[in-house]
């Protein structure tokens, strides 16, 4: 049974949240939050270092309650939270227009099958903010069929010695740290071989190339390894268990039990556009002529209501102590594939206007918003598991259908 409705404790937390939110966020800072994450917002966007700093105070506003990994122990930096308390504040801030300051999902993994000094040594600096990561998976040949990495660690002694190559890695430019799945028996069945190891991204042999993206930014990488040695003790884990060990950090990442309401935003956001303020005939005329679209806005609505009910069934099953897995597949396969049809509904309502990527032109809407976004989803139905993957992943452990 799926949970809805707030309990008083529940509804009190949310008002308690939201009151924070109220009295700490800078208004700057939530004006721009809708254009977070595209080339006018983050990178570019007209707050420059005025908003890096207000960022500084938000996250610090939040650090100081143990908010930034609201469900870890205090031990190691956060809240202990319950599921519901985690997803309940995750929820206030989305609607609110907050930025959300949390880490990276590796944390988590650690916390599931790290040893205590893994945790003492990555949890703490990690909530500071002092540690950046990045996802050492994809391999040039090795992508949806991620079990086939090639990426080898020969032992010797106390160390694996790493050659090979990864690919599509996020922030490895800047990062810190990386976690990374290598090849540590090459004789053992392909699931079997694999350790997932965590070692810093500036030793001797690591060397990293940016990849250009056709939104204009660099965030994906390459990131080649040549004689890099890595204690053994690095091995988040059992030595060639690792698949499992990232199989958890994936189910993690693929839950998004906040995203539907940031999917809700948006859509808001484009029928407020197209409704109210179109400008050179954009949408609003195009809303009158076409009742199709009306059905096509109405269709991404009914969607992301479903989305949002996939978030409530993964935050029931955490609230029991239960680790989605098919759950987490489907909340991915579907989310994804929203927000790409979310963002060709929003090109189709700018027509031609849609294409201008000049975001201080005084023709482009919303600073390019919506074309950011277009081309930015392009790759979210293969980050993470592409699509495929996903239903293979619902077909044979959810379904139990046989693998073909």
Known sequence: MVDFNDTPEQAAWRAEVTAFVEEHLPDDLAEDQEFAGTLGGMHRGPLGKQRAERMKEWRQAILDRGWIAPAWPKAYGGAEMTAIEQFILREVFTEMRAPIQSVHDVGSTILVHGSEEQKQKYLPPMVRGEIQWCQGYSEPGSGSDLASVQTRGERDGDDFVINGQKIWTSGAKTADMIFALVRTDPEAPKHRGISYLLFEMDKPGISVRPLGQMTGASQFNEVFFEDVRVPVSAAVGEINRGWYVGATHLDFERSSIGSAVGFQNRLNDLIEFVTTEAEAD??????????????????????????????????????????????????????????????????????????????????????????????ATVSETIGAGTSEIQRNVIATRGLGLPRG
Request: proline share 4%; aromatic share 10%; charged share 25%.
């Open 282 to 375: 954009t949408g609003r005329s195009r809303l009158k002529r076409e009742p199709a679209f009306r059905d096509q806005l109405a269709d991404r609505a009914t969607e992301t209501t479903v989305a949002r009910q996939f978030s409530n069934r993964i935050i029931t099953m955490q609230a029991r102590g239960i680790i989605p897995n098919t759950e987490s597949s489907a909340q991915k396969l579907f989310s994804s594939e929203l927000h790409q049809r979310t963002s060709n509904t929003a090109i189709k309502a700018l027509g031609l206007y849609g294409m201008l990527y000049d975001e201080d032109g005084p023709y482009t809407p919303q600073r390019a918003r919506w074309g950011t976004y277009y081309l």
